[in-house]
């Protein structure tokens, strides 16, 4: 069965610093990977998407992530944070063979000012 | 560019009670699902329609129901709900299967209360 794990359910930055969220999945052979981001009280939004094209992804709002095979992990980065950027963050995941993606149980990210 | 529309946006039930979430879309889309959010508990599948005449459970079906009424329209229903039910609901739509690389499009949420 596919799995993704978020390896945390909280990231704390300050504004102007690196973002790291971190993003596994079990191994498939051609996987496609998503990240959405969560504001309050909103619903769901596609940050970004890997679909077996260039390795490195960029999406909305200056997000990006590295699909790397061999770790199988889909990471999502940010240069600089941005007090905006506070909210909860969820790696979605798909085999080949699957029609539903599986969720992460998402990722917290808090930023100070 | 309405998107995916969820009504109501809140709704708050009495144990027993039964009632209709309602969700359209306007993207075209073939595929839509109803997902619930619990804190700590992420985004759980109740039923998805993978194209307009068919309907599938999910993760956490009982206690639903849905119907596509067309390709735009896929509503859930609670026959009698339950203080477990309280919950955010998510609709979503996407062009097609998520294995094949098309993300979804979701709804703002109905925010469900049981008591």
């Known amino acids: 069965a596919q799995s993704v794990t978020q390896l945390d359910s909280h990231v704390s930055v300050s504004e102007g610093t690196p973002v790291l969220l971190r993003c596994n999945y079990s191994?498939?052979?051609?996987?496609?990977l998503f990240w959405y981001v969560q504001h309050p009280n909103k619903g769901l939004q596609l940050l970004l998407k890997y679909t077996s094209a260039a390795t490195l992804v960029k999406g909305i709002n200056g997000f990006e992530a590295e699909f790397k095979k061999s770790e199988t992990s889909f990471h999502l980065t940010k240069p600089s944070a941005h007090m905006s950027d506070a909210a909860e963050y969820f790696c979605?995941?798909?085999?080949?063979?699957?029609?539903?993606?599986?969720f992460g149980r998402g990722t917290s990210l808090i930023v100070h000012p | 560019n309405a998107g995916v529309t969820q009504t109501p946006k809140f709704q708050v039930l009495k144990t027993g009670q039964s009632m209709t979430l309602q969700c359209a879309q306007d993207?075209?889309?073939?595929?839509m699902y109803w997902y619930r959010q619990d804190p700590g508990m992420g985004l759980r599948l109740i039923y998805y329609?993978?194209?307009?005449?068919?309907?599938d459970k999910g993760e956490v079906p009982n206690g639903y129901n849905v119907s596509r009424l067309n390709k735009r329209e896929f509503s859930l229903r609670l026959e009698s709900a339950a203080p477990s039910q309280t919950s955010v609901y998510f609709c979503a739509s996407s062009e097609a299967v998520a294995a094949l690389g098309y993300g979804y499009t979701f709804g703002s949420g109905t925010r469900l209360t049981v008591v």
């Open positions: 191994s498939s052979y051609s996987p496609s």
């Open positions: 993207m075209n889309h073939n595929s």
């Open positions: 979605a995941y798909a085999s080949g063979g699957s029609y539903i993606p599986t």
């Open positions: 329609s993978a194209s307009e005449g068919t309907t």
